[in-house]
């Protein structure tokens, strides 16, 4: 889980932005490839479901948002290749995505509708005694949602990673000595691995829905 480096250079640069290469160009011809057509749907896709949530002050954050997606989704399927590095395994680089975005939301709010964001701290109808602990409390909830957002997908990603790793072991060192107990584990090695993939997905579109969420609350 260690970032590469090549000649005492780090690799993380490369590994980020490869992904990019693997789409096709988008040109002006009136009928394109079915690769093209494809990478259109799904975008599209990916912006409809995030955008729902949002009212039409919140479409101007589309573009960021659904490259966002589409950054963490192929990163994160691409680093479930053998021999491959994971960036979004680095809790660094996933504290880095979510804090300014987090942050820009909050500023959002603070500058259009200061009182409305501030009124969050405190919900309606609060007995006076308790007002001081849960101005406390929903500041320290706020405060960590950066946290949260990186950690959960640091986490998410890196349990998956060591499973199939432990697993992949025990089946090469079993083949040898019990066979058929290394099939069941490749068996299980098989099913680990399709369920690393729906959640290399789904942590992508959880990371990014979680700030839409943000947006909205703030606008």
Do not use: C
Not at 1 to 28: D, E, Q, R, V
Request: proline share 7%.
């Amino acid at each position: 889980f260690s970032s590469p480096s090549l000649m005492g250079i780090p690799l993380i640069l490369i590994a980020t932005t490869f992904p990019a290469l693997l789409l096709p160009s988008p040109n002006n011809r009136w009928v394109t490839d079915r690769l093209s057509t494809l990478q259109l749907w799904i975008i599209n896709l990916i912006t409809k479901q995030l955008m729902t949530p949002l009212n039409k002050k919140g479409h101007k954050w589309a573009l960021i948002l659904t490259s966002l997606m589409v950054f963490l989704l192929l990163i994160n399927l691409l680093g479930l290749l053998p021999y491959t590095f994971t960036p979004t395994t680095q809790l660094s680089m996933n504290l880095a995505l979510a804090f300014p975005l987090w942050l820009a939301t909050l500023l959002t709010g603070l500058r259009n509708q200061p009182s409305i964001s501030l009124g969050h701290l405190l919900p309606e109808g609060t007995p006076t005694l308790l007002i001081p602990a849960l101005i406390l409390i929903e500041t320290t909830s706020l405060l960590i949602r950066p946290l949260a957002l990186g950690v959960r997908l640091t986490a998410n990603l890196t349990a998956g990673h060591l499973l199939i790793q432990l697993i992949s072991t025990a089946t090469t060192t079993l083949m040898s000595t019990m066979p058929v107990v290394s099939l069941l584990t490749l068996l299980v090695l098989f099913l680990l691995t399709i369920l690393e993939v729906a959640v290399a997905m789904i942590q992508a579109y959880v990371f990014v829905l979680l700030l839409s969420l943000y947006l909205q609350e703030n606008i």
